[in-house]
């Protein structure tokens, strides 16, 4: 995947994550628990395009 697309797609759900917590009104918990599964979610998808998550399935514990 090109490193554009990456960047297109951070870039993309950081203003979606800010247009969400702009405008629409929601009690802070809620926008905190939001915004902690969006950054979590584009972590494990980051870790599986570079390949990091296919790595560790090789691991025996």
Same mark, same amino acid.
């Given at each position: #995947? +090109?490193? /554009?697309? !990456?960047?297109?797609v951070i870039?993309? $759900?950081?203003?979606l994550?800010? /247009?969400?917590?702009?405008? !629409? +009104? #929601?009690? =802070?918990?809620?926008?905190? !628990? ?8 584009? $972590?494990?998808?980051?870790? =599986? $395009?570079?390949? $990091? /998550?296919? =790595?560790?399935?090789?691991i025996?514990?």
């Amino acid at each position: #995947m +090109p490193v /554009l697309t !990456i960047f297109l797609v951070i870039i993309g $759900v950081g203003v979606l994550l800010w /247009l969400i917590n702009r405008y !629409i +009104p #929601m009690q =802070s918990t809620i926008k905190g !628990i939001l915004n902690a599964v969006v950054v979590i979610i584009l $972590v494990i998808w980051l870790l =599986s $395009v570079f390949g $990091v /998550l296919d =790595s560790l399935q090789n691991i025996r514990i």
